[in-house]
Structures are given as structure tokens and as C-alpha cells.
């Protein structure tokens, strides 16, 4: 894919950013990993007026390498994941409402869910809190998410951070996050309701569940 036709794919992944509610008036951004650095969405611009032709190229120390907008506050944080995590290929950062207020509490989104076994593979990890503007976040998204089997990172008091393949494949991550932070929220509301606790899934069961749906699932199976 060149950079004009990846330019396009990212503009139209932006769009689906407001479009599934997991951003409000400028924030959140999706980046892309391209030869030498990263193609990422310009700083403080709506989704309504990004173009193709906005996105912000910069190398991989956050260096503009062409556009003529400033790019994400978030771009070092991004510049350094792609450093760091050769595999991957795009990198989404949203506030999603309910995902964030798990980050809020500064604790992990419980996997209570046969989904999040089948996405995340266990828990959505929740990292330390980290300032804005530097490397410092993605140090903190690297340390926890290396090596580790969930694309996605809610980060304390701040918002979710998802890594992919593609940036395709990391916006699937940051809408499913979203998806299971409510879910489970409502669960836990459910059970103190009545009295009860929400009951994480065994980790035998996981493991089956996370290998079904990355192996088996969908159309690039290994066994009928």
C-alpha cells in the first residue's frame, strides 16, 4: 500500500472513531507504522474536518517528515511502541467512556467474558499512570503489553491504548474493549445488586477459548 492509498485507509479508520462512540470532539487518534516512521492523525483537528491529505508523517524519534499540521500530542508515545514492538503495524488511543472508567479505578477489566477469553486472552491489563507528551506512556504501554496476549492496555486515569497488525486490526481492539468494559460493568452492577460476586473464567478455559478463536475461528481455519 503507498502512502496515498494508506493516508485514505486512515481517514476512513478515524471516522469509525466517533462513529462507535469511543471519542469525543478531538480527542483519540489512530497511527500507522510506514517505512521509517508513522503516519498519525494531526493535533487538535475534529474528525470532521481531517482529510487524507492532514495526516502527519514523522519519522521514528516523532520528527514531522511531511505534512504542514502538527501531529498528535501522543505521537511520541506511538513513535516509541513502534520502535519497541517491531510486529506491530497500528496503534489506536481512545477515552472510551467505559473503558476509561475502569482506568479510573486503576484496576484490570476482569475476563468474566468467553469474549474477552476469545479477544484479549485473558484480563484487559491495566497500566501505571504515565504523563502526556513524551515516551513515557508508551514505555508503560511496551513494558505491560510485551509478550503479553492482549492487544489492548487501559492505562490509570487516562484512557486505552490498542496495538495491532494493522491499524485496522487495532481499531477491532479498541471497539471490543469498549464493548466488554460496559458489559462487565453492568455485570459487577448486576451482581452487588444481588449480593453476589461476577465470576472470572478459569484459566484452562481461557487458554481454550483465546486458541479456538486465533486458530480455528473464522476463515482461515486449521481443522474443519
Known sequence: MNHAELRAE???LHLELPKNSLVTWTSGNISARVDGGLLIKPSGVTFAELTPESMVATDLDAQVIEGDLSPSSDTATHAYI???????????????????AWAATGHAIPCVLTAMADEFGGPVPCGSFAP?????????V???L?????PAIILQ????FTIGKTPLAALK????VEDVAR?????????????????????????????RYTHVYGQHQETP
Do not use: N, W
Request: net charge neutral.
Open 146 to 150: 510485551k509478550g503479553h496476549r492482549s
Open 142 to 144: 511496551v513494558r505491560v
Open 82 to 100: 513502534y520502535r519497541h514492538l517491531p510486529d506491530v503495524g497500528g496503534i489506536v488511543h481512545t477515552h472510551s467512556p467505559y473503558a476509561t
Open 173 to 176: 481492539a479498541a471497539v471490543m
Open 10 to 12: 486512515l481517514h476512513a
Open 183 to 211: 458489559t462487565v460493568f453492568l455485570a459487577c452492577q448486576l451482581a452487588a445488586a444481588r449480593g453476589v460476586e461476577v465470576q472470572t473464567l478459569a484459566p484452562a478455559d481461557i487458554d481454550r477459548l483465546h486458541h
Open 157 to 160: 486515569s487516562h484512557g486505552v
Open 132 to 140: 502526556i507528551g513524551g515516551a513515557d506512556i508508551g514505555q508503560e
